[in-house]
């Protein structure tokens, strides 16, 4: 069993890379966000719960997000591992993962971290603007619109959310980064971390994330890495 826990502050590119990881390991994507978003979205009794704490852009306590996690990693797909992303965001949750691997005689491989230094996750964080129409997305440095101030898919306006400005941005992720780094000295710690610089393209960043992730990844996942290998 093969478990990865991907590691990363908002705008280092966990977003782009975690899929891409997933189809080359062959492992499911299990991000806890999404799970959340989808309890949301159906109304479920977690999605009620978690819809409070995430429209405060708060965590979820514990006690509902690892529930809902090892629910998740009971499912079939997930018995020959997976990978994680937005869990552990704690060290309460890096122990709580560690213990329920282990009663079901697993445990981390390895934890790859998406090191972005912190001015340049500012940059790309409040660079982003969003269409009005239909929410579609660009990014001042690694999406620009075509014609600036307009969506390329439906010419209506982009706005920039008041979450996206440049000081709104940095408040938040001061908060994100110091729970980051407890996590990441976590596995430190235990001789389980691998990080790879972000501000590479992202083809060598996934290239830096498979190299590292090989060591802990059956032979299966090691052909399938052969076919997409890029340069
Ligand atoms: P994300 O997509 O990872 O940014 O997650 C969206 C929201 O879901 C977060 O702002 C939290 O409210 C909640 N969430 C996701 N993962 C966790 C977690 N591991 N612990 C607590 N809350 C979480």
Known sequence: MTFLVLLGAPGAGKGTQAPILADRLGLPHVATGDLFRLAVHEGSAVGLEARRYMERGQLVPDSITVKMLL???????????????GFP???AQADILATALAER??????????????AELVRRLSGRWICQANGHVYNESSHP?????LCDLDGST????????????????????????????????????????GLRP????TE????????????????????????
């Open 71 to 85: 629910d998740r990693l009971a499912q079939p797909d997930a018995g020959g591992g997976a990978i994680l992303d």
């Open 89 to 91: 965001r704690n060290l």
């Open 105 to 118: 005689g697993s445990a981390v491989g390895v934890a790859l971290e998406i090191e972005v230094p912190e």
């Open 145 to 149: 619109p075509r014609v600036a101030g």
């Open 158 to 197: 982009l706005i920039q959310r008041e979450d996206d400005r440049r000081e709104t941005v940095a408040a938040r992720l001061a908060a994100q980064l110091s729970a980051l780094r407890e996590v990441v000295g976590y596995y430190r710690e235990r001789g389980l971390l691998r990080t790879i610089d």
């Open 202 to 205: 992202a083809a060598e960043v």
């Open 208 to 231: 830096g994330l498979l190299a590292a992730a090989r060591g802990a990844v059956g032979p299966g996942a090691r052909s399938s890495e052969a076919k997409g290998r890029v340069g």
